[in-house]
């Protein structure tokens, strides 16, 4: 049987994150929640510094998606949410791809990724302006370039993991 690519024409880590990228579009929060959301959304909108830590790769994404409120949302809660959701549908696709570097078959990694994106807390988190999709992603993609089957060896591998560490904290 062949693989993925060779039956449907595309990788599943990308068919993963494209789903999951249009269910999270279409269920993204539309106003502000609980939480730190308000304060996101403001972030989003008019720029300035969060409560502390600051949280600082977060807040570059959001103020480089801030034109989505004019081309795609209703508000800068939305807008906000819209920027997250990609992030979150990005950690997915990034999670599929640490399964299979791991050594998980095919099918089993796109059903734990999809089962893992659709659970009740992740759709929670990944649908309204809150960090944890950013955090998802750093983790899925040290537990991928971690892993034996990483597409990066040696130093590189080294180096990377470094960096993503690194961007996770920030």
Known sequence: MGSTRRRFGVDAGVAVAAFVGVVYGCTC??????????????????????????????????????????????????????????????????????????????????????????????WAVFTHAEIFALNALMASAIVWIAAPGAPVHGARKTVLLGALAGLGLS
């Open 29 to 122: 929060a539309r106003t502000v929640l609980g939480g730190d959301n308000g304060e996101f959304a403001t972030l989003f909108a008019e720029g300035g510094v969060p409560h502390p830590s600051g949280y600082p790769l977060f807040v570059l994404w959001l103020r480089a998606w801030s034109w989505l409120p004019a081309v795609f949302s209703v508000s800068a809660a939305h807008g906000a949410a819209l920027a997250t959701s990609l992030l979150g549908a990005a950690a997915a696709g990034v999670l599929y791809r640490a399964a299979r570097a791991w050594g998980a078959g095919e099918v089993a990694s796109v059903t734990a990724c999809v089962l893992f994106a659709l659970s009740a807390r992740a």
